[in-house]
């Protein structure tokens, strides 16, 4: 099966918006289609929003997306890769696409924020060079800080 990759700097028109979605709902169980929507179109304000969407015979399996938090600084905000497609490296597709871009931007760091539960996520921020960096109170429990300087190696 054959992977697309897209990369918009706004969320995606209808329906695929409402695809989209769909998708994180069904990562993100602890919030509604409705706020995961709110969510989007508050994010989608930003002016350096990224947005990148794997896709399987134009439907969208994955995502990731991103905005500057500041100068030189990209948060990498939100991503998820449906069920039935982990395990294809389809996360590590959209994180370096991501870096690359970054970097091509002239970003010097990213941050990402995760809760434990998604441990494989946790996992591929450490694999992928990210440090951690702190942790802060979050909607579901504590949240763990993680940061990468884009101009660093990656660590084994």
């Known amino acids: 099966m054959t992977i697309q990759y897209e990369t918009l700097d706004t969320l995606p028109p209808e329906p695929q918006l409402t695809e989209l979605v769909g998708l994180l709902a069904t990562v993100f169980i602890n919030q ?3 706020a995961i929507r709110d969510d ?9 929003l990224l947005v ?4 399987s015979e134009r439907t969208i399996v994955g995502c990731k997306l991103g905005y500057e938090r500041e100068s030189g600084h990209f948060y990498s905000w939100l991503g998820c890769v449906d069920s039935r497609f982990r395990g294809q490296g389809i996360a590590a597709n959209l994180m370096q ?9 002239g970003y010097q760091t990213i ?3 995760t809760y434990n539960q998604w441990r ?3 996992l591929l921020n450490i694999r992928s060079g990210f440090d951690i960096v702190g ?3 979050g909607r579901y429990g504590l949240k ?6 884009l101009s660093a190696p990656v660590r084994d």
């Open 135 to 137: 942790t802060e109170p």
């Open 144 to 149: 763990i800080i993680l940061a990468k300087s």
């Open 40 to 48: 989007l179109l508050v994010a989608a304000k930003h002016p350096s």
């Open 111 to 113: 941050q990402t924020k």
């Open 32 to 34: 509604s289609p409705d």
């Open 97 to 105: 696409q991501q870096h690359d871009w970054c970097r091509a931007q």
């Open 52 to 55: 990148q969407l794997a896709l």
């Open 120 to 122: 494989s996520m946790l």
